[in-house]
């Protein structure tokens, strides 16, 4: 069935009303309620099914700016279920403002299942799995006219903005829970759009970012682009084989970047090849594009990766692709049989296995060395034990996640977070099989009377101390440097390791008094760390590690002003030497960007699915 988009109301103080527009009648179905307020675009109304696509009239005949549209719809349309459709703006052609750094020619503004559109949160996790951009959002919060009239929009560039209620809403309710702001005589063009030439409006960078998610071939060097990577770049792409790149960044001090081989083939093989293998698994959104960019940066330094991405990706991707890129080599070595469905399922915990056994499979394409055959078959028997398993699937733990989430509804998030890394655990070792099992062996923490430990993970400035200090609830902190500083000196190594006995007696006594207890120094190795947690074990503390995830570059420049800078080698050092916890090994993780703003969770039972 196909359905005709309703005609958005002007609000009061909009400018671009005409007398034949629809008016806002009032703002009651606004008033008190949370709004998103989004970009209005200048395209063409275009509503998607699984099984058609039309423009704003469901008789719209062909014309060359729907194409691109319509070939969107061919990768996307099996995806999307019977009932449910997609309404946005077909930005192909250029209407009356020019567009120059487009995310996509389509953008969504609403998702509906029958006369219901769904809220919007909803909304924008749906089109993203599909790979459609919503609109730029401008504002959010509970409806303030005051502060809506207050925006201030450069009316050459944008024509407007539309206000809608974060809530889903019928379709009878439309005229009262969304409203439009348009610009001063918006057409300023003397004929219709579609009586002259097709001009195409011009794709930004990220364009390439949004086609891989949406199921198109990836395109390599757009996407080296997208990432901020650069093939003029020594530690980036071009740079050469893995060994190549790390005996650059040895010489030259500067940690290894993004590890592309000279010869283009060979990565557009493997990225070819693991496109196929994702979509046979299904995979689109952010599942795709990190499998893709995981094979593209194969052999890349985790630690470098996941920073040098945050910028493009955002943080969540970011850390997403790193893993992937660095946990999929691990799959070429032999594991032991029986420790095989344990070591899995912790897994899941950082990757997709789905997506990882691919990204896994991709770099050994066309190649016919012993080495990589003996690879393949590795790869090959863990894809068949994962299979066995039920572990392929994008989120096989989740309903055991959401079981456990219904039961313990409304309890304090550490415990909530304790118990259900106590279930994942359990589960792993084959000693639970469902939610209620998971009840079961977390029942002890349900108290919440158990010790907390941060652990700060990073390299020197990359913010650990200012971010302990801000912490709520933090009652003591434990840092390396202070006990130095003690002795005489915070730059003199020589007597680490008695600081560091020192520091681990702190801590135990600490977390033995109860409360939240932060460990701060730079943490960056599993060795490292595992001295901490074998402590926090002791006590039966819940840990989070707090994992800073700033560029090399910033570092330096913020060493450079640091009232104790650290040596250049010595950062350099660190760099090299920094190995990021993967989610799961410790009950949670929490990853924070340049800002010191915690910016993705790994272990969060109320959070999305790792």
Same mark, same amino acid.
């Given at each position: 069935?196909?359905?005709?988009?309703?005609?958005?109301?002007?609000?009061?103080?909009?400018?671009?009303?005409?007398?034949?527009?629809?008016?806002?009648?009032? #703002?009651?179905?606004?008033?008190?309620?949370?709004?998103?307020?989004?970009?209005?675009?200048?395209?063409?109304?275009?509503?998607?099914?699984?099984?058609?696509?039309?423009?704003?009239?469901?008789?719209?005949?062909?014309?060359?700016?729907?194409?691109?549209?319509?070939?969107?719809?061919?990768?996307?349309?099996?995806?999307?279920?019977?009932?449910?459709?997609?309404?946005?703006?077909?930005?192909?052609? $250029?209407?009356?403002?020019?567009?120059?750094?487009?995310?996509? +020619?389509?953008?969504?503004?609403?998702?509906?299942?029958?006369?219901?559109?769904?809220?919007?949160?909803?909304?924008?996790?749906?089109?993203?799995?599909?790979?459609?951009?919503?609109?730029?959002?401008?504002?959010? &919060?509970?409806?303030?006219?005051?502060?809506?009239?207050? #925006?201030?929009?450069?009316?050459?560039?944008?024509?407007?903005?539309?206000?809608?209620?974060?809530?889903?809403?019928?379709?009878?309710?439309?005229?009262?829970?969304?409203?439009?702001?348009?610009?001063?005589?918006?057409?300023?063009?003397?004929?219709?759009?579609?009586?002259?030439?097709?001009?195409?409006?011009?794709?930004?960078?990220?364009?390439?970012?949004?086609?891989?998610?949406?199921?198109?071939?990836?395109?390599?060097?757009? *996407?080296?682009?997208?990432?901020?990577?650069?093939?003029?770049?020594?530690?980036?792409?071009?740079?050469?084989?893995?060994?190549?790149?790390?005996?650059?960044?040895?010489?030259?001090?500067?940690?290894?970047?993004?590890?592309?081989?000279?010869?283009?083939?060979?990565?557009?093989?493997?990225?070819?090849?693991?496109?196929?293998?994702?979509?046979?698994?299904?995979?689109?959104?952010? %599942?795709?594009?990190?499998?893709?960019?995981?094979? @593209?940066?194969?052999?890349?330094?985790?630690?470098?990766?996941?920073?040098?991405?945050?910028?493009?990706?955002?943080?969540?991707?970011?850390?997403?692709?790193?893993?992937?890129?660095?946990?999929?080599?691990?799959?070429?070595?032999?594991?032991?049989?029986?420790?095989?469905?344990?070591?899995?399922? $912790?897994?899941?915990?950082?990757?997709?296995?789905?997506?990882?056994?691919?990204?896994?499979?991709?770099?050994?394409?066309?190649?016919?060395?012993?080495?990589?055959?003996?690879?393949?078959?590795?790869?090959? +028997?863990?894809?068949?034990?994962?299979?066995?398993?039920?572990?392929?699937?994008?989120?096989? @733990?989740?309903?055991?996640?959401?079981?456990?989430?219904? %039961?313990?509804?409304?309890?304090?998030?550490?415990?909530?977070?304790?118990?259900?890394?106590?279930?994942?655990?359990?589960?792993?070792?084959?000693?639970?099989?469902?939610?209620?099992?998971?009840?079961?062996?977390?029942?002890?923490?349900?108290?919440?009377?158990?010790?907390?430990?941060?652990?700060?993970?990073?390299?020197?400035?990359?913010?650990?101390?200012?971010?302990?200090?801000?912490?709520?609830?933090?009652?003591?902190?434990?840092?390396?440097?202070?006990?130095?500083?003690?002795?005489?000196?915070?730059?003199?190594?020589?007597?680490?390791?008695?600081?560091?006995?020192?520091? *681990?007696?702190?801590?135990?006594? #600490?977390?033995?008094?109860?409360?939240?207890?932060?460990?701060?120094?730079?943490?960056?190795?599993?060795?490292?760390?595992?001295?901490?947690?074998?402590?926090?074990?002791?006590?039966?503390?819940?840990?989070?590690?707090?994992?800073?995830?700033?560029? &090399?570059?910033?570092?330096?420049?913020?060493?450079?002003?640091?009232?104790?800078?650290?040596?250049?080698?010595? *950062?350099?050092?660190?760099?090299?030497?920094?190995?990021?916890?993967?989610? &799961?090994?410790?009950?949670?993780?929490?990853?924070? &960007?340049?800002?010191?703003?915690?910016?993705?969770?790994?272990?969060? @039972?109320?959070?999305?699915?790792?």
């Amino acid at each position: 069935m196909r359905v005709h988009y309703p005609r958005t109301p002007h609000l009061p103080w909009s400018p671009g009303a005409a007398s034949d527009d629809v008016h806002a009648d009032g #703002l009651s179905g606004l008033a008190g309620r949370e709004v998103v307020v989004t970009e209005k675009l200048d395209g063409e109304n275009t509503t998607v099914y699984s099984d058609g696509v039309h423009a704003r009239s469901l008789d719209s005949a062909h014309h060359p700016s729907r194409a691109w549209v319509k070939a969107l719809h061919g990768r996307i349309a099996r995806f999307l279920p019977p009932g449910r459709r997609i309404c946005g703006e077909n930005l192909y052609a $250029r209407h009356s403002i020019e567009y120059r750094d487009l995310e996509s +020619w389509f953008y969504a503004f609403s998702v509906w299942d029958g006369d219901h559109c769904l809220d919007w949160d909803s909304t924008v996790r749906l089109t993203r799995r599909l790979g459609i951009p919503v609109p730029p959002v401008l504002w959010r &919060g509970t409806f303030d006219e005051r502060a809506l009239r207050a #925006l201030r929009l450069d009316t050459a560039r944008r024509e407007g903005y539309v206000v809608r209620t974060t809530a889903g809403f019928h379709r009878e309710a439309f005229a009262h829970r969304i409203a439009k702001w348009v610009r001063p005589r918006h057409v300023r063009t003397t004929g219709h759009w579609m009586l002259a030439p097709v001009v195409e409006n011009g794709l930004g960078p990220a364009a390439a970012l949004w086609e891989v998610r949406s199921g198109a071939d990836p395109d390599v060097p757009a *996407l080296i682009a997208a990432t901020g990577m650069s093939a003029g770049d020594p530690a980036g792409p071009g740079a050469g084989s893995p060994e190549a790149a790390r005996r650059s960044a040895t010489a030259t001090g500067a940690p290894a970047g993004p590890v592309i081989p000279a010869a283009a083939e060979p990565v557009e093989a493997a990225v070819a090849d693991v496109s196929a293998r994702l979509d046979l698994l299904g995979r689109t959104g952010d %599942a795709r594009l990190a499998g893709v960019l995981a094979t @593209l940066f194969h052999g890349t330094r985790r630690a470098w990766l996941a920073s040098a991405l945050v910028a493009p990706l955002g943080m969540p991707l970011a850390r997403r692709v790193a893993d992937l890129a660095e946990l999929s080599t691990r799959l070429h070595r032999p594991f032991p049989d029986e420790e095989r469905r344990t070591g899995l399922v $912790r897994l899941t915990a950082a990757a997709d296995l789905g997506v990882l056994h691919a990204v896994a499979a991709a770099p050994l394409t066309g190649r016919a060395d012993d080495e990589a055959a003996e690879a393949r078959e590795q790869v090959g +028997w863990s894809e068949l034990h994962a299979d066995e398993a039920g572990l392929l699937g994008e989120a096989p @733990l989740e309903p055991l996640r959401l079981g456990l989430r219904q %039961a313990l509804g409304g309890c304090d998030p550490d415990v909530a977070d304790r118990c259900w890394a106590e279930t994942r655990e359990s589960y792993a070792l084959g000693r639970i099989t469902t939610a209620e099992g998971g009840l079961a062996v977390s029942g002890r923490w349900r108290s919440g009377r158990f010790p907390r430990l941060v652990v700060m993970v990073g390299p020197s400035g990359s913010g650990k101390s200012t971010f302990a200090r801000g912490l709520p609830g933090a009652g003591a902190v434990v840092a390396l440097d202070d006990l130095r500083q003690a002795r005489g000196s915070r730059s003199d190594q020589r007597a680490n390791p008695a600081i560091l006995r020192e520091g *681990l007696h702190r801590l135990d006594a #600490l977390l033995a008094g109860g409360g939240t207890v932060v460990w701060d120094a730079t943490a960056l190795n599993r060795h490292q760390r595992s001295l901490v947690r074998t402590v926090a074990r002791g006590r039966d503390a819940l840990t989070t590690q707090a994992v800073m995830l700033v560029p &090399g570059d910033v570092l330096a420049r913020r060493n450079v002003g640091r009232a104790h800078p650290v040596p250049p080698e010595v *950062l350099s050092a660190q760099l090299h030497r920094f190995s990021p916890p993967y989610p &799961g090994e410790a009950h949670r993780t929490w990853y924070i &960007g340049p800002e010191g703003n915690v910016l993705d969770v790994a272990g969060a @039972l109320d959070g999305d699915e790792e």
